[in-house]
């Protein structure tokens, strides 16, 4: 029997195969369709310090095989979802990750104390989302990650991953994130774009930049989890445009330890699912052990 | 448990009923509350979304929509013969409630498609209103249902009231209003209820992602808060999202 478990730092999961934060709510619209113990693990909708309402309507744009969101973070904030939405989390019989958003360093950390008492595994901490108004989001930051990490290290000794932008200083975050003691990065959130109605010639988006997503992204992101393998120590958790278990074993093979699920999860709300068991599968047909003997095969020369 | 299904259901029935507007029929045994829906897709990869349709018909055997072709994924599922296979998962949503009492169901062109299900469910006493840009179709299904059945046809048509469908339509003396349609139309039964002090609920669209609830991509405002079309809706009170509408 091969095993489909990975290690993340210190947390085993049964699975490489999560569902991405802010694509799977809360875990209870997925549970009418399937068990959701069958994942490795879900990574709960991002949580600010205070309830936020989100970005105005139109959120959604369609794109060639891809998907453009300007949801803007909407979330009951830390408190409810603690009380309210973990307990139920709790009952889906997989590893939670909480996933947190702050405006300042400080945020981070009031938010993983919050966290901190809590019953999650993990701290997904979302340095990354394009899609707060107001902000100017450029993209990864090496100064402002590193922040980012050391206040939410303070503040807990939960594992803490880092979910990083495709864009800006990537390398540079990567490696301050794993300095100020990340346990793992998630390698990517969605790429900044755009699109226009061309019935109004106005951006379609009241913010004019979106978050792009889905299988076009696929091979951009494989790109960077395949560039921080060899210069990361903490494992990478990949994450853009994965719909297949196909999807899976390309990015394991670039060197992810697991990969996150986003968008097919609305391609499919049995994504997920099936690709746990086309893993396996995979793994039962090439006879293979485990992960470990193909993680990152692609840089073998 | 889980309780929801992703099937595959062979067409049965694809038929175009009126310009540009087709029937689809899939095989299979579904259930439905009258307003809810299901997101479909006939295709693989591209485009990526399923599309979200509202429920026109169910028997034990067939489970119907009906669509207009707007863009690539209705003008797919215009392409389909029969036994050809649909994806599909549902039902979803909240669906309308019926009040005890005469009401009315008021539909603008496509926003008839939740109409017959729902007439068929909530039964007499029950009238219907249907609004057309030019020739009416599909009215006579609704014949046998309710109690009057009022058309408009905004341009004009052989054999049918020009005008529109809110010129045939008074909210005085039915217990409440269901309807479905384009914004404007909403808006102004939405008035015409208010000043009738008679209740309103309104099937809205917004663009989905998941359509169970887990994207926040369809959010709208309610006077509560932002609430998912898909899953809090799409059917609401329309004095919930049209609180800031009126003077
Ligand atoms: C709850 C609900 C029930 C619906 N029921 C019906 C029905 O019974 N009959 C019917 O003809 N249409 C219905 N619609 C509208 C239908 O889903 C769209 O017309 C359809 O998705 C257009 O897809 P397309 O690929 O042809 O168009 P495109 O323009 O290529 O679509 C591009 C994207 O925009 C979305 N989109 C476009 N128009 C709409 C719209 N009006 N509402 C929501 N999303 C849209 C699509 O889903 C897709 O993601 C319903 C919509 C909702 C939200
Ligand atoms: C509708 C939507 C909402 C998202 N919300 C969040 C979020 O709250 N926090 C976060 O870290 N990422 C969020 N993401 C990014 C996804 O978790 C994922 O990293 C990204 O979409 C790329 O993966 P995919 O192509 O599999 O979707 C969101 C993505 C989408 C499409
Ligand atoms: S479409 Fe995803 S929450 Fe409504």
Redesign the interface.
């Known amino acids: 029997m091969p095993s489909l478990e990975v290690q993340i730092g210190s947390l085993r999961l049964k699975n490489p195969v999560m569902a991405a934060a802010g694509t799977f709510g809360f875990g209870q619209e997925y549970r009418e369709f399937f068990d959701i113990s069958a994942l490795g693990a879900i990574c709960a909708k991002t949580v600010t310090l205070r309830a936020r309402t989100g970005n105005p309507p139109p959120r959604l744009w369609e794109t060639p095989c891809g998907l453009l969101n300007s949801i803007g973070l909407e979330n009951p904030g830390i408190e409810t979802f603690l009380k309210e939405e973990l307990p139920k989390m709790r009952k889906l019989g997989t590893v939670i990750v909480a996933s947190i958003w702050g405006e300042e360093p400080g945020d981070y950390g009031a938010l993983a104390a919050a966290v901190d008492k809590a019953d999650v595994e993990a701290i997904e901490l979302n340095v990354s989302c394009p899609n707060v108004p107001g902000k100017g989001f450029v993209g990864a930051q090496a100064g402002f990650t590193a922040d980012v990490v050391r206040s939410a290290r303070a503040a807990t000794t939960k594992p803490l991953w880092v979910k990083l932008a495709p864009e800006g200083e990537v390398l540079a975050a990567a490696l301050a994130a794993q300095e100020a003691g990340a346990q793992a990065l998630c390698i990517a959130n969605t790429f900044r774009a755009m699109a226009i109605d061309i019935s109004t010639g106005r951006p379609v988006f009241a913010n004019v930049l979106a978050g792009l997503s889905g299988p076009a992204i696929k091979p951009l992101a494989l790109r960077w989890v395949y560039e921080l393998f060899p210069r990361v120590e903490v494992p990478l958790i990949a994450s853009g445009g994965i719909t297949t278990w196909q999807d899976a074993v390309e990015f394991i093979m670039a060197g992810a330890r697991a990969v996150q699920v986003g968008t097919g999860n609305f391609v499919d709300p049995l994504c997920t699912l099936t690709m746990v068991e086309g893993l396996k599968k995979f793994l039962e047909e090439r006879n293979l052990e485990c992960w470990e003997v193909i993680r990152g095969c692609a840089h073998r020369r | 448990m ?5 099937v595959r259901a062979p067409v049965a029935e694809n038929r175009e009923v009126a310009p540009g507007v087709f029937l689809l029929r899939l095989e299979g045994r579904f259930v439905a509350e009258p307003g809810q829906f299901f997101m479909l897709r006939a295709w693989e ?6 599309r979200p349709m509202s429920v026109f018909d169910l028997s034990p055997q067939a489970l119907a929509f009906l669509y207009a072709v707007r863009g690539r994924g209705t003008a797919l599922l215009a392409n389909l013969r029969l036994g050809d296979q649909v ?1 599909l ?1 549902g039902p979803l949503g909240q669906g309308w409630k019926r009040v005890p009492g005469r009401i009315a169901l008021v539909g603008g062109g496509m926003g008839l498609a939740p109409l017959l299900w729902t007439a068929k469910q909530f039964g007499s006493p029950l009238d219907v209103y249907l609004g057309f840009r030019h020739r009416p179709w599909m009215v006579e299904v609704f014949r046998s249902l309710a109690d009057h059945v009022h058309v408009r046809s905004e341009v004009g048509a052989p054999g049918c009231t020009q005008g529109l469908v809110t010129e045939a339509f008074s909210p005085r003396g039915y217990a409440a209003c269901y309807a479905c349609g384009p914004k404007p139309l909403l808006l102004e039964l939405h008035r015409m209820c208010q000043e009738a002090e008679v209740p309103l609920y309104v099937s809205l669209e ?16 309610t006077r509560s ?2 609430k998912r079309v898909c ?1 809090d809706g799409p059917v609401f009170p329309a004095a919930e999202v049209f609180f800031d509408a009126l003077p």
């Open positions: 889980p309780e929801l299904k992703v990869r591209d485009p990526l979304l399923a994806k998962w917004e663009r989905m992602a998941c359509g169970v609830g887990a994207c926040l991509g369809c959010t709208v405002w808060g932002p899953s």
